[in-house]
């Protein structure tokens, strides 16, 4: 059996009691919500996006400590990038929570940086939810944007 | 892989009771089937060793048990080349199935002046609850009529199809043994405008399954005619059309929020998965599953044409004019469910002289009374082979039936 | 007799395994319970020696079959109390039940105007279903509030009641571990003219319950909260409402007779039982009662306070203000299922750390958002101990929390 | 096990193969039916009670050997007696099929006739249905009768 500390690396738990880009947008920023209908966790997804750039995002919500580091950190990896990079991140940290969505294999040549450390949670299937909660809402506050 | 019905058979324990010093012979798993070592004992060692809530706890046992119960799905998904897992739905037996296309397809979708296609062999399981709401929303029931060799007559499909929202069928008749072309009817329903929903009880445990071969929109089953556990049936529905449609039951698992005010429902399959669900009985169902494709549904298939063969010849050559065979006589046409009447003797008299010799056939309506009629009859006898039944099973079958014949002609 | 809570655990396999060579310390029974050898052994020896269709064929095997069935339902209504054996309904689930009551007893009793009285500390399946019709029907669902201690603010009870048609309740709160004085609710709702309908799913696994006593319309529950098999569930009602219920499900069994302009239904219990019955689990759900009634309900009771003072106090001795439990800390008034938060580490990552040790709780909303949002919590962690759990469970459980709390302290 | 000669005696086939008052009557008098859905037996009872009498009684319908001449055998015995009396038969044949419907114990001490060849039924659990049916559709018609 994986041990805690695969679970909650030391980055983790820094984001967790530090959460980036926390708070709320006002419209016109998109606002879209998800739950884990397990659990109870919560997770708002503010976003504005700007000339097919992610301009700014806020997180609301509750939730354990792999789902709040976990919006805590997609929020500062999608963050002054392009639209197009947040929705291949989605792809890639999915695939690495081994959720097949079919499609292609993802590009994974460019660095994860701090989502690297989430890698763990694989070993611990029912906290994949947790750690992908914030991602999913994340797609959705997209597509609300781009319609 | 060959098939050894004696291998088969020592996989049952129950086919080696003797009852009265005579061993058993099952001829009613049309009714239901007789349970595998191998399903008992997942069912058994789950209980003993990993027993625990699904999709609900975080802990590891619960996380495993997760696991056994979703991966059961999956199995049951590729059994039946259902194109995603997640459009296979545990209910409690095909009934509830039916029940709930019935009812949460049927409400969205049928109103006064709708009509909906059924056939004249129909299980009251796809009778009634058409019936049920179609007094309350005044839509129309159309029958298709039967030859008079137990075949769907479809010489007036089109006209019987033209306007109809639904059209519901069975796949194989659990009185005549009918196999009816679930393709073409799926292709007719689908031509003129109305969905396809496939009564697959008696198919699935008896022949090879492909829902999209079929081209069907809802597929119902039951796990215990298929040697698995009792207390699980199986709904498969088009992804478009089961998110398209409410939720049947409410409650724990299958929503997503609720407040004072309402609630918001959760995605497939948990949408319609209301409380806690049959897990030890999916977990059964996964090694039934795995136990008729290790030895392959083709030669489930080939075993039971050699058995109707058998049977019906054999029927026939000792019986001559005091046996009526309902149904084809072409065992390319049917399953291995017979179906007849023998002189005048009630089948119930008959039944009790054939358990005299451990021979275990049903008499009565087998759930089909509108087809009773039809055939101008109260009831039959009705032996129904599977996978595990012999030529010897045959001669018990004929052996006790002349016995009934004696006893009730002194 | 005497409660030995050594030799209880000797009859639950899964007590004895080891998991990473620690043992398991299973508090999540609210959740669903463990199966001890007797329930486990009555539906193998079933599969293996007995199984057979129940109510539908004739020979022997079919009617011993039928009578361990129908015997299961005896045993089940000797249980409860029940007046009449044929009052007690299979189901596949307590939810399944309690949407059956509100489909049927609901769709032909209320509607636009009418009210129906629920509780904050309702579980989902006593919810959503009643918001489900209400959504269809118009109809008012008014709230029972709670106290600040967990139970139930009965001071404007009358008001709520007034003009209402039913009043439906949990005899035990899922999350709190509430009792709630159900004999004197049922009374309530009946001056006011209203049925008591009473969730008794976690009421009847943990102490004697006698429906007559308590005075109730209907009582529901799930077998595989005491220590039965999953997959089945037990609806019991009064006969006259039953018998002027409309049908629920449609399909075989539940007819009388079925033409192609309409069918006529059966008698109870079959009116309510459409299509093939949890039958093995039946016989395992009355292994079950066999084996609580051996071991004496109130003998269960006693023991589930004992624990509960004992962990009601450990954890207030272990952890002082690092500890909210929920609900009352009085045991006379409450079940052995403890909620609690500790300090503001989330509940999912305590589940996770305890976990670590073989400790199995729940960590959720345990599918009672309304009474969540009331705590003002979006979830807790749920210890819910039974008749095999023992002081040095409580100890395990205490140990483990306090290695969460150094954990989420670095 | 009971052999078959328990069940079937010969008398019992002697009612299936001749069975008395077998026909329907037009109204007034009434009408009942009976099914059993086990099996799909389905029994007429026909009745004119005449100044508390069972003035005329006939049977329909189709079903099994038992169901068949235990309806003749019924028939026969209420035939011209007593509506108390053919109730109380009721009583005692469905007491004699072992099935308890509360009230006094039966009076047992008149002879049964031809009906005491139904005693071995109760050895076949699954016939005490087909046994009973028409019974149960006599107390309909004797309800039906008195309103
Ligand atoms: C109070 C209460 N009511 C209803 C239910 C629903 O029971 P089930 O999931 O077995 O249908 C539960 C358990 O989950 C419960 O605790
Ligand atoms: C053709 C057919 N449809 C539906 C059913 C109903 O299945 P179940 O009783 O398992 O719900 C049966 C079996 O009884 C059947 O043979």
Redesign the pocket.
Same mark, same amino acid.
């Given at each position: 059996m994986p041990g805690l500390e695969d679970l909650y690396r030391e980055i983790i738990l820094d984001h967790y009691k530090s959460p980036r880009n926390r708070g709320s947008l006002e419209p016109p920023a998109v606002r879209s919500e998800g739950h884990n209908p397990l659990c109870g966790d919560e997770i708002e997804v503010f976003l504005i996006v700007k000339d097919g750039i992610v301009d700014d995002i806020k997180i609301g919500g509750q939730g354990c400590s792999i789902s709040q580091s976990s919006a805590s950190m997609m929020s500062a990896a999608v963050k002054g990038k392009p639209v197009e990079q947040a929705r291949a991140l989605i792809h890639r940290f999915k695939h690495m929570m081994s959720i097949d969505e079919g499609g292609e294999e993802p590009d994974t040549s460019a660095p994860l940086g701090d989502l690297e450390a989430l890698q763990g949670v694989v070993k611990f299937p029912v906290r994949i939810k947790c750690a992908v909660l914030s991602w999913n809402t994340l797609a959705e506050a997209l597509d609300i944007a781009a319609e | 892989m060959s098939f050894d019905v004696q291998k088969v058979r020592a996989d049952f324990p129950v086919l080696a009771e003797l009852i009265n010093d005579k061993p058993l012979v099952y001829l009613d798993s049309a009714n239901t089937s007789q349970k595998p070592n191998a399903v008992i004992d997942a069912m058994t060692q789950f209980m003993q060793h990993g027993y625990a809530p699904t999709n609900r706890s975080a802990y590891q046992l619960a996380a495993d048990a997760t696991d056994k119960f979703e991966g059961a799905r999956a199995k049951v998904a590729t059994f039946i080349n259902a194109p995603k897992v997640h459009e296979v739905l545990y209910t409690k037996n095909a009934t509830e199935a039916l029940n709930l296309i019935v009812r949460s397809w049927g409400t969205a979708n049928l109103s006064a002046g709708d009509a909906v296609v059924l056939t004249h062999m129909e299980h009251h399981a796809n009778i009634v609850p058409w019936q049920m709401l179609a007094a309350e929303r005044g839509f129309t029931i159309r029958w298709v009529p039967l030859t008079s060799d137990g075949l769907l007559d479809l010489s007036n499909l089109d006209t019987l199809l033209d306007g109809a929202k639904a059209f519901s069928f069975t796949a194989m008749s659990n009185v005549l043994g009918t196999i009816n072309p679930t393709a073409a009817l799926c292709a007719a329903a689908h031509k003129a405008g109305a969905i396809a929903i496939v009564d697959a009880c008696q198919a699935v445990p008896h022949m090879p399954t492909d829902v999209q071969a079929w081209g069907a929109d809802f597929v119902t089953f039951s796990s215990h005619k298929m040697v698995g556990p009792s207390g699980l049936g199986i709904l498969w529905g088009r992804e478009s059309l089961l998110d398209a449609m409410p939720p049947f039951l409410g !409650?724990?698992?299958m929503i997503s929020d609720v407040k004072l005010e309402g609630f918001t429902y959760a995605e497939l399959p948990a949408k319609f998965e209301? !409380?806690?669900q049959p897990v030890i009985e999916a977990i059964g169902l996964g090694a039934a599953v795995d136990y008729l494709t290790a030895i392959g549904m083709d030669n489930v298939r080939a075993h039971e044409q050699d058995i109707t063969v058998l049977a019906l010849n054999s029927l026939n050559d000792r019986f001559g004019s005091d046996i009526t065979i309902h149904g084809s006589t072409d065992a390319a046409l049917r399953g291995a469910t017979i179906s007849f009447a023998y002189r005048d003797v009630h089948p119930h008299d008959i039944s009790q002289v054939l358990d005299q010799n451990n021979v275990c056939v049903r008499a009565g309506h087998h759930c089909a009374k509108p087809l009773m009629r039809l055939l101008g009859a109260n009831a039959t006898v009705r032996a129904s082979f599977y996978l595990y039944n012999t030529p010897s099973d045959v001669t018990a079958l004929c052996d006790a039936l002349s016995e009934a014949g004696d006893f009730f002609t002194l």
């Open positions: - | !409650g724990g698992n209301a !409380g806690t």
